[in-house]
């Protein structure tokens, strides 16, 4: 979905709430002022056919559909886009082979709400620039249908609890992508931790370090031309969840221990600035901007009610390769990604050094995860960051086909997401630690870790 002035507008607009959230994050729904949570994960009714609806197909929502229409079972109904040769390309793309071509739906930012007026779509998703996703979400629960997000799923407190409330409220699915949980080395690292050889887990490490300065260059369409505001104006760790998202499902997260606190800070904000003066003439919009606020490298240290503590970092701006870090660390071994490496006591021997490259293949080999097991080879296949977007995407079809609990549910999704607006409080507040909010109201307390799913 792109975003021309409208949605510019509505983006300002987003940010200004945030600001207003942030300010008021202490008094946001308190655990005593509502209803528990249930420890029960929720089981939605067995679908035969998964009938899909798109909002948003860009870069990212275009490669959905095409991977959606992969997958047994699965319909594409209809897709809602602002830009009109995005969503003609698309919607022709998705009529090859003959079949029925899905409903288009382009009159401007909003038109999706006609799309999810239809009675025959079951589930939503996706996939528009950061400050539609929660409103979409909740707009599309409360049309009747499950709702799967990109991340992050919302950008400011109220709207992480209204995302917990409305799937609550409605009993559909809200489900944010994080597509990392699927790779290969990060479902190995799952199942060692529920396998208990890492014994008890201490400490985790994750980031998003992705050099994407390029971005900029998209200036009247895509990615660059909205996401480069939110670098102009927030200062926070502002798209955490793609390497915390799997650690978080290694330590339990709202599934035997939560966050409870966290501190964030910032270092200066240059790269952007300097990336403007050189790409770009003086006059251009992206050297018309004063002050960029986003610290091009940001760590956030959180602690969870266990007591376990993970380092959470961010940069997209600064000259330095691809890392998600994705280490976890435990009583009797660690494993870190980047590249992938373990220590592991009984299986790697000396623990003081290294098993890394051809001397850990058997290791992942043997302790590979049955969902890779099973669907690894499909997976390589038909691609997606090397098979894990279509594996996410299989695995979701198959839970809703087979009414089984999703991975990842709206507490996760709330609780990874808020990590960015708390951030921003903390940094703002010179790095005061700051609560998380227990978006599952103290059900964490019994609700079952996330198994060794296949």
Request: neutral net charge; proline residues 6%.
């Amino acid at each position: 979905m792109s975003s021309p002035e409208p949605s510019r507008r509505n983006f300002l607009k987003a940010v200004a709430g945030t600001s207003t959230a942030l300010a008021l994050a202490g008094n946001v729904r308190a655990a005593d002022d509502a209803p528990a949570t249930t420890a029960e994960p929720l089981r939605a009714k067995p679908l035969e056919k998964v009938r899909v609806g798109f909002i948003g197909v860009g870069a990212r929502g275009s490669g959905h559909v095409a991977q959606m229409q992969t997958l047994e079972g699965v319909e594409v109904v209809a897709i809602a886009d602002n830009h009109e040769p995005t969503l003609k390309r698309v919607v022709a793309n998705a009529s090859k082979g003959g079949g029925k071509p899905p409903a288009a739906y382009g009159n401007g930012d909003e038109d999706y709400k006609r799309m999810l007026e239809r009675d025959d779509i079951d589930m939503v998703l996706i996939a528009t620039p950061w400050e539609w996703h929660s409103r979409m979400c909740v707009d599309a629960m409360k049309a009747g249908k499950h709702a799967f997000t990109e991340v992050p799923a919302a950008i400011n407190l109220d709207d992480c609890w209204q995302l917990v409330e409305t799937s609550e409220k409605t009993q559909k699915h809200c489900m944010m992508m994080e597509n990392c949980c699927y790779n290969r080395e990060e479902l190995f690292c799952l199942n060692l931790c529920r396998l208990g050889l890492f014994g008890d887990l201490l400490h985790a490490e994750a980031s998003y370090i992705h050099e994407l300065r390029s971005q900029m260059n998209e200036v009247p369409h895509g990615t660059g031309s909205w996401r480069t505001y939110h670098y102009a104006r927030r200062n926070g760790n502002l798209y955490p969840t793609h390497g915390l998202g799997p650690v978080a499902q290694y330590l339990g997260i709202n599934r035997s221990d939560r966050f409870d606190y966290l501190s964030s800070v910032a270092s200066p904000a240059l790269g952007r600035a300097a990336y403007a003066k050189t790409h770009f003439p003086p006059d251009h919009q992206w050297n018309k901007i004063a002050k960029w606020n986003c610290g091009d490298m940001v760590t956030t240290i959180i602690k969870t009610a266990l007591g376990r503590t993970i380092m959470v970092q961010w940069d997209e701006t600064s000259p330095r390769p691809y890392t998600r870090l994705n280490l976890i660390q435990g009583t009797k071994g660690t494993f870190a990604g980047y590249p992938s490496r373990l220590a592991l006591e009984g299986v790697t021997g000396a623990t003081h050094e290294w098993t890394e490259g051809d001397k850990l293949e058997p290791i992942l080999q043997k302790y590979e995860h049955p969902l890779w097991k099973k669907m690894g080879d499909m997976a390589a296949k038909h691609g997606g960051h090397g098979g894990m977007d279509w594996l996410m995407l299989w695995r979701l079809v198959y839970c809703l086909r087979n009414g089984e609990p999703l991975d990842q549910d709206v507490y996760d999704a709330a609780a990874w997401s808020s990590v960015g607006p708390l951030s921003e409080k903390s940094i703002a507040s010179r790095s005061q630690s700051i609560d998380v909010p227990d978006f599952t109201r103290g059900a964490w307390k019994t609700k079952k870790p996330l198994g060794i799913i296949s």
